[in-house]
């Protein structure tokens, strides 16, 4: 980002992921290392969907179908016998580009609220299929016996902990360098003003399909560490409400910031996990807060707190 | 016709029953500022758009640069060396005017898929976009996020991003639109010495400007080309004078 105050959050959330383990073990409870492990794989995602939506201005309601397609790859690849993690995560890489780049080549033909649908339609045909294969056990879903075998055990929470950590400051780190990069500078002058852009030279539509190439390729390694994480996938992963949910923890975080989404992950996550103890109606209480954070501040929680920094 | 720049053949586009353009024969010489005047109504926006790429025609052709680029995309005609300009402001108003022309240089340095060094501290994007801003007298405000410049700069701004790609031909979609006395008088003399280096297609509704700066004109009436030749030519042509130039020689 163009902001230093959202480089700085970036790398203090950085640093704080990087010792939250000692801290859960000082207290004893692994449990927690769980949450927040799943928190960070949502947070890739969410920063996946950022990309296309807060750079490019690409408004997609089925996001979910790369988590559902990375996740599913790991869960089939693993059910045919293929245990080899760098297998499994390069699979699950090339097989949601794949699918990103026939989607998009479909749906990045229209825009606003056609896109929308479009992307929408893509998802729940996934969803069906993924419901009416038997083999994949259907609505039941699939278990994985075993996790990626990358020389690392994964089953260890702690391990795993790291390789999402890592994953996500990874994702972080080039995400920056590739939105200010000349290909990031073409995808978010498209954002504002598209015919502009064509006028001046730019073939515009490659570009914005190979950024959501990039997103979807990026959803779906998310969707394999999520895959390893659960040892489990089911259709619900694909499902639009999950779609949905990116959306929320994108547009609560700060749209165009990469950090904001990863902010906003686990917020849903945390609110997700204190709320639905008290009472089943929680996401009644998640829209009431994302309706005062939309109308009080449009940047998001990250607007909030690189503002007051700059107040200060 | 073998040393126009720009040239049409027979070009037509209807809507529906409207005869929007009706078999323009039009060739632009390579130097120099060729304006294209015509009422309200005359089809002038409806050439812009088959000349630029955004409108398909229904027959016809355009030749530029002695190569027929009636069927290439918007994009590859500004690859091509055919720099616009638009009516109404077409800018990223986001973005700051330094980031605008930056991006103009960018899109005729090769190919964008490069992902890794920071495209805003790109000295071969900066300073050619630099230059450009400091000659259009824009360079104080360089920084600062296009929605808050004037009018009138926005305008010399979209000029400028059409010159970023060193243009063969610059065409030019009413720049003086909007613009005060004083506004306009800095865009007539900031074209006036663009059209030393650059080929200039103008179409423009101020009168002054355009027999200030013109080499050739052009007359489009209700889709078609009434004639063409030098300033004075036209101002003598009775033709003219009574489809068009008469309102204004009166006022």
């Keep these: 980002m163009d902001n230093p105050a959202v480089r700085r959050c970036a790398y203090a959330l950085l640093g704080v992921l990087a010792v939250l383990p000692l801290l859960a073990t000082a207290i004893g409870d692994p449990f927690y290392l769980g949450v927040v492990t799943r928190m960070m794989i949502f947070g890739i995602a969410a920063m996946s969907l950022d990309l296309i939506l807060g750079f490019a201005g690409l408004f997609s309601l089925g996001h979910a179908v790369y988590l559902g397609i990375g996740g599913y790859t790991v869960a089939i690849l693993s059910h045919y016998g293929v245990t080899n993690g760098f297998m499994h995560f390069g699979a699950a890489i090339a097989v949601s580009a794949f699918a990103?780049?026939?989607?998009?080549?479909?749906?990045?033909?229209?825009?606003?609220?056609?896109?929308?649908?479009?992307?929408?339609?893509?998802?729940q045909m996934v969803y069906f299929l993924a419901i009416s294969i038997n083999a994949f056990g259907g609505d039941d879903g699939l278990e994985i016996s075993a996790p990626s075998a990358l020389g690392l055990d994964l089953r260890e929470p702690l391990v795993l902990y790291y390789v999402v950590f890592a994953t996500l400051a990874l994702v972080l780190i080039l995400g920056f360098r590739l939105v200010n990069s000349r290909f990031g500078m073409v995808i978010r002058a498209v954002k504002y003003n598209e015919s502009r852009m064509i006028a001046v030279g730019f073939p515009t539509p490659r570009y914005k399909l190979t950024a959501f190439v990039i997103s979807g390729a990026v959803c779906g390694l998310a969707g394999a560490l999520l895959a390893n994480q659960t040892l489990f996938v089911s259709p619900s992963l694909i499902q639009w409400v999950r779609s949905g949910e990116l959306l929320i923890m994108?547009?609560?975080?700060?749209?165009?910031?990469?950090?904001?989404?990863?902010?906003?992950?686990?917020?849903?996550?945390?609110?997700?996990?204190?709320?639905?103890?008290?009472?089943?109606?929680?996401?009644g209480i998640v829209g009431a807060l994302l309706l005062v954070l939309v109308l009080v501040?449009?940047?998001?929680?990250i607007g909030f707190i690189t503002e007051r920094r700059r107040a200060a | 016709m073998s040393d126009a720049l720009l040239a049409t053949a027979g070009l037509t586009k209807r809507f529906g029953g409207l005869v929007a353009n009706d078999a323009i024969d039009l060739a632009v010489r390579r130097g120099g500022l060729h304006a294209i005047i015509g009422p309200n109504g005359a089809g002038k926006t409806t050439l812009i758009g088959q000349l630029?790429?955004?409108?398909?025609?229904?027959?016809?052709?355009?030749?530029?640069?002695?190569?027929?680029?009636?069927?290439?995309?918007?994009?590859?005609?500004?690859?091509?060396?055919?720099?616009?300009?638009?009516?109404?402001?077409?800018?990223?108003?986001?973005?700051?005017?330094?980031?605008?022309?930056?991006?103009?240089?960018?899109?005729?340095?090769g190919h964008s898929f490069r992902f890794w060094r920071s495209a805003r501290l790109d000295q071969g994007l900066r300073a050619p976009a630099q230059a450009i801003l400091a000659r259009l007298q824009l360079d104080q405000r360089a920084d600062l996020p296009v929605s808050r410049l004037s009018h009138g700069e926005k305008?010399?701004?979209?000029?400028?991003?059409?010159?970023?790609?060193?243009?063969?031909?610059?065409?030019?979609?009413?720049?003086?639109?909007?613009?005060?006395?004083?506004?306009?008088?800095?865009?007539?003399?900031?074209?006036?010495?663009?059209?030393?280096?650059?080929?200039?297609?103008?179409?423009?509704?101020?009168?002054d400007a355009v027999f200030a700066l013109a080499d050739a004109v052009s007359v489009l009436v209700y889709g078609r080309i009434i004639a063409s030749g030098t300033p004075a030519a036209i101002r003598q042509n009775p033709e003219v004078q009574k489809a068009y130039l008469g309102d204004e020689e009166g006022a």
Excluded: C
């Design chain 1, 100 to 123: 990103a780049f026939v989607i998009g080549l479909v749906s990045l033909r229209t825009s606003g609220v056609f896109f929308l649908m479009i992307t929408l339609a893509f998802s």
């Design chain 1, 297 to 301: 501040g449009k940047r998001g929680v």
């Design chain 2, 52 to 109: 630029s790429g955004q409108l398909r025609p229904d027959s016809g052709t355009v030749h530029f640069a002695g190569e027929d680029i009636t069927h290439l995309p918007a994009h590859a005609r500004a690859q091509r060396g055919f720099g616009r300009s638009f009516q109404i402001t077409n800018v990223v108003a986001e973005m700051t005017a330094l980031d605008n022309v930056a991006l103009a240089v960018q899109a005729h340095d």
């Design chain 1, 250 to 283: 994108v547009i609560a975080g700060g749209m165009g910031t990469l950090v904001g989404p990863v902010i906003g992950a686990i917020l849903y996550l945390l609110l997700e996990q204190v709320l639905s103890g008290w009472t089943v109606y929680w996401p």
């Design chain 2, 155 to 207: 305008r010399v701004l979209e000029i400028g991003m059409a010159l970023a790609g060193r243009p063969q031909l610059l065409l030019l979609d009413e720049p003086l639109a909007g613009t005060g006395p004083e506004e306009s008088a800095r865009i007539v003399r900031l074209l006036d010495a663009i059209k030393a280096e650059t080929t200039i297609l103008l179409i423009e509704h101020d009168m």
